[in-house]
């Protein structure tokens, strides 16, 4: 039996953007434009220098509709580095590929191997006594378990499943190619490399069955180290498999209480700690942050009156503590009051009255509903791309509305609340 | 609540003041202030008092911040009172008198939940704020909504909508360019836009990359043409540069021959020669310099005896030399140390004579003495403290026993202990009875709430536990059974869609088909095919066999007579034949196809109308299927005289009717736990009773009866709450009487314990200072002291023996190290002299140290001579085995020499000169040869010499230079159009480089991604604000409909007290869009709108909406203290006299504190409400 060494990787989607990521000033833009491509440059680096025996491309190759067939020739490029090295590369291709325009037109050089659509074939590596069995995408969706008529596998050889498929289902991966992994592992392979879930997931241990998920997060949901998986066979035996982060932009999202915190400059203090860390743990990577503060704090009112300027203040502090290392996403203000809303609720006041109205709003659907029309003229403006995708906006959603609801409260009662700005009132201005 | 005193104790410029407010409900308490007295601070005061010191205070200038303080007593709604004291800091600031911490929750609940921004807003007017209201008001744009929500929460919420508004529109408008959202959306379309076109496409590429492989194949096609071309010139050139060098080689080989046969000796055989000679020239000459040199060396050793015996004795010499220092130092000390001696003997000849008795003390007895001396002083302490000890304890006890007896007899208090001890264990009964009650009534309304909203039935809580209802089980299954016939519905309604196509399709090729009308013969095609081969036939005869058809033409043509057809009439006619005979053959062909399709279409349609005959079957057994379906679900609900919806809808009736009995569960169980606790109290209240009764005859010493919990109040408490209060003082009252006597009665034993103690020591201590005299006088005997020394004399004698005896011992040491010098000086001196006499025999007659010097110098000299005589011994060695060496390599070079001469056969080395000679000469010829072989080789382009002659040998050397310059030609012709090409590939290259963009198409969209972001950032932002003014205006107006009656009606009424009656009532007027505002009615029935207001009236107008809306707060919540803060300072008497009684009004509701620096105001309260009603603190 023959040793060696390879590396599995999925989910490339090369040049898709990162989405979800406003630009403000001081935001270090550059870094992050071309991160799918940086992200893929470095796995063919990795595959160089640790000088693999082959590479495994589990499907989702390009981003489905992305049609710049410069994309193309820099995933050639790459494969021409790992042919000048003698790095065979296997691919199937998954759902976005099969809807790409890419492959038609594009020649990989001779390292490349893609696997046919029409059934599973097998390509045998005889001087590592190696058999990979897979089988691409014909169309976008396929519904079929493919799994099934994957070949048998070679006796006394070292066999591998390239497979594409969303397993028995996976929250926010369309359900493609779906197999039991019971069934995998009793297929007999030793191996099985699938793509399309986006998270690394071990499904089964010797024989192995994983998704090394992608190889760069995308949006605040892809959080995390995101890499490939480097598998060293001994005497026909997985002897050791390490996840391997390649990623060139790590996504974070945190949640900071702010309970014990009464000033915003504390906030900013809190805050400048936790980037610290987050920083830290990014290993000199770019880092997303998305951050959302939650907490009854005597800060909500200055916090939710002028948002922009905390946000801003959040940027800049952010620079301050990590220069160009970090990228504020998205802030978040689902901070309380220190007053109690219960009791502000039951209040037989104007403002309990406009507490219980908002709670009746709250708890009627079609009373929700009935406030999307409000939307209509921007709904006229909005771009169709800002209601689709990971972070879209849907403002005719019941629970996108909900969540309004709660922001308009948190707004309104501080508003209510707070003293007149033209006179400090009889008590004085500050109070406790 | 209400504040009954307010102690500013440590605040602003206050110390330790106290307003103490005891004036009746309906009485207003006036502050009354010049400027700087404090009144700003008193108005802080209460904030900081209520709810905490702010952070940042401008009340800490004459009290530091740590030091802040002030105090109250609050009396809540029920008349329970709670004196509180409130400090500065982070935590536990809320404290009682005593100093123990009160939690704020007591407080909170004191005042009704208030939070401290919303008591402020709600309980406290200026007259700033006041004048800014009014005018806000009567400035205009305000509806009436959006006045009385505002005065109901003392905010400008017009302000807030405009500003809710104004930062939506910020964000975005519909038509709009600049506010960001609107800037957004236009930079995304834009750089998505420039993404779409930074975009290259497949095809592009393709297109580009063919065009570039057609160029790269026409290059390459030239190239190689050019090539073999430049071949064929290169070799003419070669073959005509090779001509000469052949020549050249031939002569080269004709000298070689020339030379013969001579040795050939090898290439170095001549520097060999040369070498070896001169090496043994240079031999001779070193050997002949060293044989003089090893002469020279030996005559100049000789020995020396006498310089032998001083090195053999060296060390002993050196050694001495040491000693010399040293012995010249101990002499010049035995001088001072003789003058030391001589002093110290006198002295101790001096000490000697004043104690005779010194010396004569035996040893031990001065240790003894001097240890007794220190026991003396520590003995007689020990004793006075023992003796004070035991009288201080005597008298102790007497007293500790006076007090016990005067505690006498205590009560049992088992019964009494264990009732209260069973009321704590349940922790706070009333409260959980409070908490009960509470929830029992959150869940009747919450049932209530559940019933009213279940709807399709109507009845009380009582009967919808009972109600009789399908399970859920029989809804899945009728909801299954409806689901069902909607889909066998729909699916009927689907496949009769597809029928209703598919009879269309049929009917339309049916027409067609008849349409298409008359099918041809089989006869008319054969009589067209006859026709058609006649007409060929004819064609046949006229040009294959070049008959003349005329007249079988006209026949076939049917011409007339006298008319003779032409050829190109039967062309014409044999063409017309064979397209009539195709057509015939066509249509026969096709009416076949058409019959077999009419047969199909007639079988479809049969098929289609049996289809539809089913259909129509099913649809009546779906709508009877339906009928009785509706009819036995109605029949399931008939129990609860209920008209059903569908089953899928009523499944979440069900839910809600499940809901609704969850509900009333928790509601009967709020009931049971309510019944449970009263009765468990009610226990507790008997058994604390019977334990009250148990003790109620003792009255402990030291407890007062007139601390309110006495055993008659306690027999008539009425409640669990003042029955455990009353045990739990008595249990206290009878715990500490206890505590008490049980500490006297062990602080008794512990004093006799100490008496006992103390009495024992004095005793001990007696004894010991007994038996330290006898041991004194013991210690004392023989010693020449007279009878009754004291110690401090024995101590100074003792002193003296010592000074003594130290002296003695100096005088002996002193004398011992002079006769040590003396024995050193003797031992140097001999060893001296015995030095001198072996080596330095002429140093005999001098004296020790002069010697010893003399000695050292001789032994320096000789070490010297030493040295250099060990140099020339090794240079003579060295020398004589140079020497050899030399003969050695002398020897072999001899032999080398000799072999040079034997390999060129030479007898002498002028031969041998000779034949190297010769031999060069040879070699010299050899290898130009070689090189010119290598030459023509070379240039003639092959492998070897035969092949090259060959090659040459049918050319015509005359004849070359113009086919070179032919070839040149072609070549150079050829070449041109070779760069045209590659300059051809060069531009489509660079076109294919051109497209390949990079990653600027992604770096594109990436730039787009950022600008989505920032839409979907802008559009959430922009809802929030807008959805915000929305629902804020909604509520404001159902707030305006809920309230708009009672509260118009009494500001009204204040609104006509507050103008003096100049306005008699407030009413409402709607615009044509049906908006409402406020207008005020005259007292002359005029109406006015706010506008037209003077300043003043503005202020009253929103003094008695603000007063109107705080009075219906106050029959809803909590009443706290109402602050007005000068109010009145722009009001005419007549006005503030009018104001002042609506705050008198006001205070019959809750607590009135009026802060003003005019004292004409206070003296108007005081006309206007009487003395009786009026409470004034100045400041």
Redesign the interface.
Known sequence: MTSFRFVHAADIHL?????????YEGAP?ER???A??DAFANLVTLCCEQEVDFLLIAGDLYDGG?????????FAQQMHRLGSQQIPVFIVRGNHDAQS??T???SLPANVVQFDSSAAHTRRLDALDVAIHGRSYATREVTDDLSIDYPEPLPGGFNIGLLHTSADGREGHEPYAPCHPEALVAKGYDYWALGHVHQREVLHENPWVLFPGNLQGRHARETGAKGCTVVDVVDGAVSHIEAVPLDVVRWSRRRIDLADT?SCDAMLDLFAQVVTDEVAQADDRLLALRLEFHGSTAAHGELVHD??RWINEIRQRAMEVADDNVWIE?VRFRTRPV??MK??R??????G??LR??DD?RHDPQAVAD?AP??D??L????H??RSGP???D?SDGHTLCQ??D??ES??VP??????E??G????K??? | MRIRRLDLQAFGPFTERTLTMEAAPGSVQILLGRNGAGKSSS??A???LL???????PDAWLHENRKLRLGALLEGDDGDTLEIVRNKGRKDTLRDPDGKVIPEAELEQLLG?M????????F???H??LR??GQQLVSGGEDLGESL?GA??????HQ?LARLRANADGL?L?RGKTPS??AA?SA??KA?ATANK?????????RAKDEEARLLSERDELGRSLKALQKQRERLVRLSQVLPLLARFDELKRQRSGLGDPILLPAEASAARVAVMDRLRLGEATLAQLDKRIDELAAGLSDDASRNELLIHGDQIKALFKRLGAQQEASADRVGLCARIAALRSEAQSAHANNDSAGEMEPGRQPRLRKLISQQQLLEEQLASSSSASLSATSKLARLTEQLDGLGELPHDATLRAAVHAVKAEGDLPRQQTEAAARVTRCRATAAEQLARLGLWTGSLDDVQGLPCPTHETVDRFDGRWLQLQRDETALDTSEQNLALKQARVDDELASLEKQGQVPSEEALQAARARRDQGWALVQRAWLDGQDIDRALAAHLESGPGRNPSHRELAVDVGAGIEDSDQAADRLRLSSEQGALLARLEEEHRELAEQQAQHSEQRTAITAAKEQLVAEWSEQWTPASIKPLPPGEMRPWLERLSGLREALDDLHQAEDADGLLSERMAQHVQQLRRGLADVADHDAPGATRDDGHGVIETAEAADLASCFETASAKLANLEATQEEARRLGQRQEQLADALALAQLTEKENQAKLKLWQENWSAALNGLPLREGVTTDEVEAFLDAQVALAKQVQGLRDLTARVAGIDQAQQRFEADTFLLVERCAADLKDADAESAAEELAKSLAAAESAQVLRDRDDGLLVKCREERDECETRLAADRVLRDDLLRSANCQTVEELIAAEERSELARRLDGRLAESREEVVTVGGATDLESLRADVAGLDPDALPGDIELLAQEVEQLSEKHGQAAQAVGAQTEVVKG?????????A?????????????L??????????A???E??IQ??RQ?NQGPLLDRAGQLFRRLTAEHFCDLTVAYDDDGKPSLVCIRDDEREVDPPQLSEGEADQLYLALRIASLER?LQ??TPLPF???DLFVSFDDARAEAGLEVLGDLAQQTQVIF?THHARLAEIAQQTLGPDRVELFEL
């Open positions: 040049d898709s953007p990162l989405i979800g990521l406003e630009r833009v992050l434009r071309i799918t491509r992305w049609k710049d067939f410069n994309t193309g020739l820099f325009t890419m038609k037109h594009l009464s948002t922009e998205k007053v109690s009791q502000l039951e209040r037989e006041d104007p403002l009255e406009l109205g908002l709003l406030l409000v939307f003229e921007l006229q403006k909005l771009p791309q800002a972070e879209s906006v403002l309004l609801i922001d308009v707004l309104l508003e209510l609340l707070a003293e007149n033209g006179s009132g009889p008590l004085g500050e109070l406790p | 108005l802080r209460l904030s900081a709810f905490g010191f702010p952070h940042n205070t939940g939070h401290g921004e919303l008591y402020a807003t709600l406290a007017l200026d700033v704020r800014e209201a929500f109901g929460m003392g905010r400008d919420v807030l975005f519909p959202l609107n959306i995304f379309k998505h930074a975009q290259l496409q497949p095809a592009s590429w393709r497209l390949d963009q990079g990653a600027l198409a992604a770096e969209a990436a730039v787009a991604e950022n600008e989505l972001a920032s839409v979907r950032q559009t959430m932002a922009f809802a929030r604000q807008h959805l915000a929305h629902l804020l909604r509520e159902r707030y809920a707060h809803r919540n602050v007005a803060d802060f």
